[in-house]
DNA sequence: TCTGGGGTCCTAGGACCC
DNA sequence: TCTGGGGTCCTAGGACCC
């Protein structure tokens, strides 16, 4: 049976929910209305744009701009910092209306959802629920969505996407020639900076060109990407609307640091901190994670990573930051100036499915008592009321920051 | 003037085993 | 003494997404 598929993506998410915020607050200015973007801190380092007003697009801002050429591009353009608490609270309220419609639901992204509609329909159209809830959540929930009417989630995704705000489109497969091979080949998903202009080098140009360019010659060219890429051009996508509660398959935390540091033993503290906030956040998942990963990235904008295979599962900060601080001191390396410190764990595993060998070993026990003694400490009072000794300084330096916990 | 943070998936090469 | 493939595991790095 031909899958029901729609794609609701939040026009602007950032800006449009911090618009929603502010009004509820009182604030006369609709930020939507202005010349206005959601950026990082430049006194921090982090300065560059994550949403922007239409206004703001007029000018020519673009996504991932620094603030300062967004600056240039529209003076007088005005600047609001982000709020991640903020916005799950709005996402949340999302997926609980789309909720409404069918459990088969997957929130792709903070501010993106798919849902399978296909057992969901009764007497009514799959473009007819596409207009209601795009309706709906403007007036129960104050901000707008595109809503993509397709059936496949590339289709629905890709349909989402054309104009844009407040807008319902359908990619049917008749459709597909004349909506979609017409674009140029860096609309489609999935093709990003690297591969386009290989693509524009063979004279592949539009989504069109692609569809209709030899299989087995991308095969070769790109490997399974190849493949990929040209079903998409074609419209072709059989993957699942993933509905079920899915854990995370690695969890990592990074920072980009107020100002380059060249001694290890600071880097050191900020390894402990990012550890530290990584495995709390691993045991709130009551995940294992076999791989432990540091990343660094130069003031030159050059990137390393090490990783480590652990020999058991853990989820133990003391075991986490040992391996982590074993890595950086693998990788670190006098004259390096650091800009960014990563660290995370990947190839997770259920903690249930260890119980058994993680208990045969006494000191594995009161290591987890004393975790879950801080991480509940963590909880009642907030995470950065409760450090460890030794590491006061590192904390400061992710104190400040919006990340995600 | 600079250039975030959190993810997923893939590839290539080396080590090691049969 | 020199020569094979195939398979698996591990690591480093890259591409892409929002």
């Given at each position: ?17 911090t ?14 209305e ?12 982090s300065g560059?744009?994550?949403?922007k007003?239409?206004?703001a697009k007029?000018?020519g ?5 620094t ?5 240039l591009?529209?003076p007088?353009?005005k600047?609001?910092p982000?709020?991640?608490?903020i ?15 069918t ?20 007497k ?5 629920k ?19 009417v ?8 890709m349909?989402?996407d054309?104009t ?14 004349k ?5 140029p ?13 290989k ?10 060109d692609l ?10 060219k ?8 040209w079903?998409?051009a074609?419209?072709i996508?059989n ?10 398959k ?15 033993e600071?880097l ?13 956040r691993l045991?709130?998942y009551d ?40 890595l ?14 990563g ?27 004393l ?6 400490l ?5 995470y ?15 104190k400040?920051?919006?990340?995600k916990?």
């Amino acid at each position: 049976m031909r899958k029901q598929i729609l794609h609701v993506d939040v026009n602007n998410a950032f800006l449009s929910w911090t618009a929603v915020e502010m009004l509820k607050n009182g604030d006369s200015i609709d930020i939507r209305e202005i010349p206005a973007i959601i950026g990082g801190d430049e006194t921090k380092r982090s300065g560059i744009v994550l949403a922007k007003s239409m206004k703001a697009k007029e000018c020519g801002v673009r996504t991932a701009d620094t603030i300062y050429q967004a600056k240039l591009k529209c003076p007088g353009i005005k600047i609001f910092p982000s709020n991640f608490s903020i916005y799950r609270k709005y996402s949340d309220s999302l997926f609980k209306l789309l909720s409404e419609y069918t459990d088969k639901i997957e929130r792709f992204s903070i501010d993106e959802c798919f849902l399978d509609m296909t057992e969901y329909l009764m007497k009514d159209t799959l473009v007819n629920k596409a207009y209601e809830i795009n309706r709906r959540v403007k007036e129960e929930l104050g901000f707008t969505v595109n809503v993509g009417v397709a059936h496949n989630k590339l289709l629905a995704k890709m349909a989402s996407d054309f104009t844009k705000p407040d807008r319902v489109h359908t990619l049917f497969e008749n459709e597909i020639e004349k909506k979609m091979w017409s674009l140029p080949i860096s609309e489609l998903f999935m093709l990003g900076k690297k591969t386009v202009p290989k693509l524009l080098n063979m004279q592949i140009r539009t989504i069109g060109d692609l569809a209709r360019a030899n299989k087995e010659m991308l095969h070769k060219k790109f490997g399974k990407h190849g493949i990929m890429m040209w079903e998409y051009a074609n419209g072709i996508d059989n993957s699942e609307v993933h509905y079920k509660d899915e854990k995370p398959k690695g969890v990592g935390n990074s920072i980009t640091l107020p100002e380059n540091i060249t001694e290890l033993e600071k880097l050191e503290e900020i390894v402990l901190a990012l550890s530290e906030q990584v495995s709390f956040r691993l045991r709130k998942y009551d995940l294992l994670a076999k791989t432990v990963n540091v990343q660094l990235r130069t003031k030159d904008f050059e990137d390393t990573s090490h990783q480590k295979k652990l020999p058991e599962p853990t989820s133990s900060t003391k075991e986490i930051s040992k391996i982590a601080k074993e890595l950086l001191n693998e990788m670190f390396h006098k004259p390096m100036a650091i800009r960014l410190v990563g660290v995370r764990v990947d190839n997770l595993i259920e903690k249930e499915d260890m119980q058994m060998s993680l208990f045969e070993n006494k000191d594995n026990e009161k290591q987890e008592k004393l975790d879950k003694v801080i991480d509940n400490l963590k909880n009642k009072y907030g995470y950065n009321k409760i450090t460890r000794a030794g590491k006061m300084n590192a904390g400061d330096y992710l104190k400040l920051k919006d990340i995600k916990k």
